[in-house]
């Protein structure tokens, strides 16, 4: 499974590099991690400054909802299970090992000897709460990860053995996320939502301090499970949501390391003399999220007819400078999990967008109401789309905030908004992704609607194997299904391109193009 995957994403690596070149004839040495580089020996020390695009929206993994928390929660939080960075491959992390001794029966043996920030134990006991929180807890917002949990049982000091519903070869890879993320349960119960600001985890870095929409701030975790880690003695997480800004920071010296830039910046790094480039491929996916408990996403045809309406070569083409990969799924082409008849239900097609909103009883075109990011790159985005939906005699009409405030107020209970653009930053297992984006519990389901019937099915059994040829044979019902009732309108791929400080070192993209900082540290 893993050389088949490497190699699809070997491949669209090349097919990228060959876009960027195209786009700008970047040095090939960018296209490098630079730990890939010719380095010294790792240095203890330092404070990295990083500059994040988003506020998050809370630093409790089971409360937050917007995919930029992850680079905040990966600092303070470790999961029961690691990915590997280019493949997304399962391995240990909090979890030693595990094992199905029967195909709904998952057996965790944990790391021994962990302790959480504020001194207490994390065992079988504390892995219990959390699942059991994520699970049951009014305010979590990862019931749906958890979906296929029967029960969770202490079966030892450091074992436990969960209960599932219906078998579920994902959920490893589901606890590599939020879902796996382990909180100290003495902390939880004593601060209550105190904890969305004052975290306490097991990770290599604990919580100092979270000034609203400015800085999120962590030390040295003294210690920490993992011998000679961490190597940098804390990191400043400063919050500059426009991305030009946090460019500029990080070439004036003020921060040492900026990500989620977008392809038009590249050319801004390489004149740059002390600043270099880390990119590569990710699940990053901008999209349209649907409220489709009301008017008028609720309405099939609608849906579909913002769906023909979209021409994604053209928008990869002009807010990516060609950068990037057309999305006709939630999936890109080089995930083994890709399906190409799926990838063929909807051609750019104005026509047939105007006659389906026709259908619906808007014969003289149709206004819809959408909310979206205000920063520079997120208003051209909309930009293009506005004018390619004009063709469609669809008018787009966009309010726009910060990422923090558009996805508390779209997914929250106040439900602003008929519609949402924004990013999809992927899950290590892709029913992840369609749980998370469809279920009716899911967070990401506004609404929280049934789904067909069939997708829920589809979805179930995508879990019933562990041979990958058999995952992608369900996954393409998956993809189809959610595709034909048109629950999600996915544009256009982006790569992970970061800009960092010469004395940045270690660092490595991830498949999530979520930055981890477990492998930085600082040359000065």
């Not at 796996?180 to 601060?191: E, F």
């Amino acid at each position: 499974m893993t050389d088949h995957r490497s190699q699809r994403l070997f491949d669209m690596m090349m097919r990228r590099r060959t876009f960027l070149t195209m786009a700008g004839g970047a040095a090939a040495a960018h296209w490098l991690p630079t730990s890939a580089l010719a380095q010294s020996e790792p240095k203890r020390g330092g404070i990295l400054k990083v500059s994040c695009p988003g506020n998050p929206s809370s630093l409790d993994p089971y409360t937050g909802g917007s995919g930029f928390d992850h680079s905040y929660l990966y600092t303070m939080f470790d999961t029961l299970v690691e990915f590997d960075y280019p493949t997304l491959k399962a391995k240990p992390g909090l979890a030693a090992s595990w094992n199905y001794p029967d195909p709904q029966t998952l057996v965790m043996n944990l790391q021994p000897n962990v302790l959480f920030h504020d001194g207490t134990p994390f065992n079988a006991e504390a892995a219990k709460a959390n699942l059991d929180r994520g699970r049951t807890d009014p305010r979590s917002n990862i019931k749906g990860d958890l979906s296929t949990v029967d029960s969770v049982a202490v079966s030892g000091p450091n074992q436990i053995t969960i209960k599932l519903k219906q078998p579920d070869t994902a959920l490893p890879l589901i606890l590599a996320d939020r879902a796996g993320m382990m909180s100290s349960p003495k902390a939880v119960q004593d601060l209550g939502k105190e904890h969305d600001r004052k975290p306490v985890g097991t990770g290599a870095w604990k919580f100092v301090s979270f000034n609203d929409g400015e800085k999120v701030v962590v030390t040295r975790n003294e210690k920490y499970w993992r011998p000679g880690r961490p190597y940098l003695d804390g990191l400043e997480l400063n919050v500059i949501p426009e991305l030009a800004t946090g460019l500029r920071s990080v070439i004036a010296g003020e921060n040492d390391f900026v990500y989620a830039l977008t392809p038009q910046q590249k050319t801004l790094i390489d004149r740059a003399k002390n600043v270099s480039s880390a990119t590569g491929p990710t699940l990053g996916v901008f999209g349209v999220y649907f409220n489709t408990g009301r008017a008028p996403f609720n309405d099939l045809r609608i849906r579909k007819a913002f769906n023909f309406a979209i021409d994604r070569e053209e928008f990869v083409k002009l807010t990516q400078v060609g950068v990037g990969e057309a999305a006709y799924m939630v999936l890109p082409t080089a995930h083994w999990a890709y399906d190409a008849e799926t990838a063929k239900l909807y051609p750019h097609d104005p026509e047939m967008a105007k006659k389906l909103i026709a259908e619906a009883g808007f014969k003289d075109g149709m206004d819809m109401n959408l909310v979206g990011f205000s920063d520079q790159s997120s208003t051209q985005r909309q930009d293009v789309l506005i004018e390619q939906f004009r063709k469609a005699n669809i008018r787009l009409k966009f309010s726009n905030g910060t990422v923090s405030e558009t996805t508390t107020n779209y997914f929250g209970p106040e439900k602003r908004g008929d519609a949402y653009l924004a990013g999809w930053t992927g899950r290590p297992d892709p029913s992840l992704t369609y749980s998370l984006l469809f279920l009716k519990e899911a967070y990401y389901n506004t609404a929280h609607t049934d789904p067909p019937a069939e997708l829920t099915q589809a979805i179930n059994d995508s879990r019933k194997y562990e041979d990958i040829e058999k995952r992608k044979e369900a996954f393409a019902r998956v993809q189809k299904l959610a595709m034909e009732n048109a629950l999600w309108a996915p544009i256009a791929f982006s790569l992970e391109l970061d800009a960092m400080s010469q004395k940045v070192k270690g660092y490595k993209p991830n498949l999530l193009g979520k930055p981890k900082f477990e492998d930085v540290w600082l040359d000065s």
